[in-house]
């Protein structure tokens, strides 16, 4: 399920900040501005948040930057195979979350304030998941990536804000490389993982009906293709495709509900779950996904 949700809130102050690799076109910072970047970035302190990459847990994507960007971002794409376009687009700590929107640039973007002057930036959603001010747990999603804003294509501009001046980005507590083009260099997200909140991250290989119980009787609507969180998974009605097929079935909320029915804890078959085999029910980091009680 992918949350959507469709507000829009004034812009904070951003002249100046963001230019994307190969995907936007702003103009570069000022020389003094970079000089006070770099003066900030050394002295940035020890206790910053263990972030977490910005998508969802068992994904690969790679990054890039540029030397046009007017702080220390990176842009991500995915290369798993999956579509960039429509992947949640993660918390990588826990904090506020504020939700702006500016046409020319950011487009759809999110601010979390984590507290003790760190800032994370996530630009270009297609939608957005959360409301302005709400408090989200690490690995909640926020919205969904997009190509809105000054871009080219879809993709997920990611910064570290301290004091409101960009960081060299880390990731579990290591930095990563900052390569001129994409393909160099790739990350695997290890964020929701486990379960965080209750939810586990899978993705699908095509649309999915979703059913009042795990026997496909009482059709409740539709669960999109794409990366979806589920929350357990019961044993029923075999699925089959020649020989492929799954017992599985996957508790979850719908992306479409049927006039008259309810989307919510409805159950999907894991047959459509895009990387495992017959009667495995697993997350998008092999974890198995646990019993519903």
């Known amino acids: 399920m992918k949350a959507i949700h469709v507000a829009v809130f004034a ?13 936007d076109t702003t103009a570069s910072a000022p020389a003094e501005q970079s000089n006070l970047e770099t003066a900030a970035i050394q002295a940035a302190p020890t206790f910053a ?5 910005p998508f969802p847990c068992g994904q690969q994507w790679t990054f890039s930057h540029h030397s046009a960007e007017v702080r220390r971002a990176l842009d991500f794409i995915r290369t798993d195979g999956g579509s960039t376009n429509g992947t949640p687009n993660l918390a990588s700590a826990a904090g506020t979350a504020y939700r702006y929107y500016e046409a020319g640039g950011a487009g759809n973007y999110v601010v979390i304030d984590h507290g003790s002057g760190w800032k994370t930036y996530y630009f270009h959603l297609s939608q957005f998941s959360i409301s302005h001010g709400q408090y989200v747990e690490q690995g909640q999603q926020i919205g969904l990536t997009g ?10 501009h990611y910064e570290q804000l301290y004091n409101g001046v960009g960081q060299n980005i880390t990731i579990n507590g290591s930095g990563l490389p900052y390569p001129g083009q994409y393909y160099q260099n790739y990350l695997t997200s290890d964020n929701g993982c486990g379960g965080g909140g209750g939810k586990w991250w899978v993705d699908t290989f095509a649309q999915a009906v979703g059913y009042n119980d795990a026997n496909m009787s009482d059709a409740q609507g539709e669960l999109y293709k794409g990366t979806n969180y589920v929350y357990c998974k019961v044993w029923g009605k075999e699925v089959r495709n020649g020989d492929q097929f799954n017992h599985w079935w996957l508790r979850t909320d719908l992306d479409v509900t049927y006039a008259g029915k309810n989307g919510r804890n409805a159950y999907v078959s894991a047959y459509y779950l895009a ?9 998008n980091n092999g974890t198995v996904i646990p019993d519903c009680p």
């Open 275 to 283: 990387k495992w085999g017959n009667d495995e029910a697993k997350d």
């Open 147 to 156: 190509a809105t804003g000054n871009v080219t294509g879809p993709h997920i």
């Open 11 to 23: 812009l904070p102050l951003l002249t100046g900040v963001f230019s994307c690799a190969s995907e």
């Open 49 to 53: 948040p263990t972030f977490k990459a």
